[in-house]
């Protein structure tokens, strides 16, 4: 068995080492794909163009927090219509582009902020503040209704005589 495969990580991703560093976790990813296709025109490549390293957050393994250092390549676009000549591999099933956690470490961070608003999720070794988690949460989609049958108003203060809020609930 495999490192990859004990820690869930995409097929793909290789581990080259691991090191435990005041508490945290730290696990050195490569990608082993030979070729990647282009996001602008799809155009798949095996031309590399450079390395380099790119840092994240990954769920907690044995009670301890987790980075990843994953070592990724930038290719040449063979295409010569497309405007864009270099780009980075992709790992979407996995990690978003610009994100500094994993999906899977998002999905975790929500779920935990929907069931408890929050609170709950600072004191776990997530390793997130209160508000990022709520942040998370208001980022989700929300549902829209067709028809509103009942609508409650209800006026609050913030801070006593100085900031006001109203809520309408259905």
Not at 67 to 85: A, G, M, S
Not at 140 to 145: D, E, H, P, R, S
Request: contains cysteine.
């Amino acid at each position: 068995m495999s490192f990859s495969s004990l820690l869930g990580l995409p097929a793909g991703l290789q581990v080259l080492s691991f090191d435990l560093v005041n508490k945290v976790l730290i696990i050195q990813v490569a990608s082993t794909a030979c070729e990647s296709a282009c996001p602008g025109c799809q155009c798949h490549t095996s031309r590399i163009h450079s390395h380099y390293t790119r840092k994240a957050a990954d769920v907690a393994c044995g009670g301890r927090q987790v980075r990843l250092i994953l070592h990724v390549r930038k290719f040449f676009c063979t295409n010569r219509d497309c405007p864009r000549k270099i780009f980075t591999e992709r790992l979407t099933a996995f990690l978003e582009p610009w994100a500094r956690v994993t999906t899977r470490l998002s999905q975790e961070i929500e779920a935990i902020g929907l069931a408890t608003c929050g609170r709950l999720g600072s004191r776990l070794s997530i390793g997130t503040s209160r508000t990022s988690i709520l942040r998370r949460v208001m980022k989700l989609a929300t549902k829209t209704t067709d028809k509103v049958v009942h609508l409650g108003i209800d006026d609050f203060s913030l801070r006593r005589g100085r900031t006001f809020g109203t809520v309408l609930v259905e």
